[in-house]
């Protein structure tokens, strides 16, 4: 076996020179046979990191952000507690945005072949608030904790988010990270208390033993409320009082309290779904109101709702702006598939005298779709809950009847076998909206083979301070 210049678990300190898309910092080793290069994820460039090789190539590595050593000239301070979650809070917001920019045309042009792709980059949808825009958290229990003095595990009761590179340990929130509500989480210390105080451990994920697992929070912006769901191991043979503690979240929340949830969940997995298990609604509501664009959308703990949605009223006006702009296709039907809970489609059918078809898997967020579109009065969309490509197998009807086909589909991308019965609809346009530019490229190239030419392309910071952002295309059939 060849000599690596760098071996697995080795660690490593490296200076960042630049930022690929992703948020995956560059460094550069330099050895005798020419430079070898360390991709650090999170990495800002003018940072010394100290970081573990994950993963050694002939010419390349993959490391894991273990520390920074030194900052970067670029970054600057902040009023708030860092998270991982929020690698580039530091990072001034118009340098974010500069290689935000950079680095998703840059993809385009690499991954999606498109050529002179500056020329068709329409507008930066920059988020209304930089600060305090997410409408949901999670954050986890363990009996283990990151303590930063002695940098390195400790055993303790921990409330807040995951270490960065464990599954195991979580850093205590003893402030509020900026990203989220306040005053929900400068008392995540006072709750954590409580818990400590009520005798019962945090979940020990080594030994999946313990009680306290996770922590979700949902928030209506349009209301100011906040609905919470206290996620559990069986409480079977403990003398934990659910309603206490939701006078608890009364007594620092008053009336911002919407609603409290206490789910059981039995799950010992490494990888678990917080939200799966059985859920008791302890008091108030189990859902809460967010308004969108003029239109009001009830949101379970288990609704698909977009995170920012200050900025997902922008994103969502710019692709209705080219789903109705130079109208084609004027008596044909407007579909949107992977519809969620039917948001865009609702604010398509506003627009539109056409019927307008929303298609999803996820039956419960049909489910959802159908009760926002009866509470919005909007009733020229009619919605399905089915597989995508076996909707369009069953109504072979719509083929040569869809005028603009708006495709918003999960991080995966579409499956190559349903974007083929896509383009098979023969639809005038398609304006594709994308929380992975990188399958969104990929699906470019089966498209421009299909005749559909790429004639506008959006970013949308979506997420200020991490590396994701979200892209809306805009094609037209040749």
Known sequence: MENRVVKKNQIIDIEIQDLAFGGVGIGKLHTEKGDFTIFVQNAIP???????????????????????????????????????????????????????????????????LEKDIESKFDTFIESPDHWHYRNKMEYSFSMIRYDFDLKKDVDDFGLG?????????????DHESGLFDAQLENALAEIRQWCIDSGLPAWHPPQRVGFYRFLVVRKSYSTNQLLINLVTNDPEGTDFQPIAFGQLLQRILGDRLAGFIHTINRDIGDRVDPLNGSSHLIFGQDKIVETLLGLQFEISMTSFFQTNPACAEKLYSQAIRYAIENPIGNN?????????????????????????????????????????????????????????GAFLKEFPEYVGQIGTIVLDPPRG?????????????????????????????????????????????????????????????????K
């Open 161 to 173: 988010f995951k270490h960065r590179g464990t599954w195991w340990c979580v850093e205590n929130m």
């Open 46 to 112: 003018g940072q010394i990191v100290k970081a573990r090789i994950e993963k050694s190539q002939k010419k390349w590595a993959e490391a894991a952000l273990l520390e920074v050593v030194r900052k970067s000239p670029q970054e600057i301070t902040m009023d708030f507690q860092p998270i991982p979650g929020a690698p580039y809070a530091t990072l001034p917001i118009e340098t974010q945005h500069a290689y935000k920019k950079k680095n998703t045309l840059d993809l385009f042009e690499r991954i999606g």
């Open 332 to 388: 044909k039907k407007v579909m949107d598939l992977f519809c969620g809970t039917g948001t865009i489609a609702q604010l398509l059918a506003q627009q539109s005298t056409q019927e307008v078809i929303g298609v999803d898997i996820v039956a419960s967020a049909i489910e959802d779709a159908r009760l926002n579109a009866q509470r919005n009065k909007v009733t020229n969309v009619a919605f399905h809950a089915a597989d995508v």
């Open 413 to 477: 991308g579409i499956a190559p076998k349903t974007l083929k019965k896509v383009m098979a609809l023969g639809a005038d346009r398609i304006v594709y909206i994308s929380c992975n530019p990188s399958t969104q490229a990929r699906d470019l190239i089966a498209l421009r083979e299909d005749g559909y030419q790429l004639i506008k392309i959006s970013i949308a910071d979506q997420f200020p301070h991490t590396s994701h952002v979200e892209t809306i295309a805009l094609l037209e059939k």
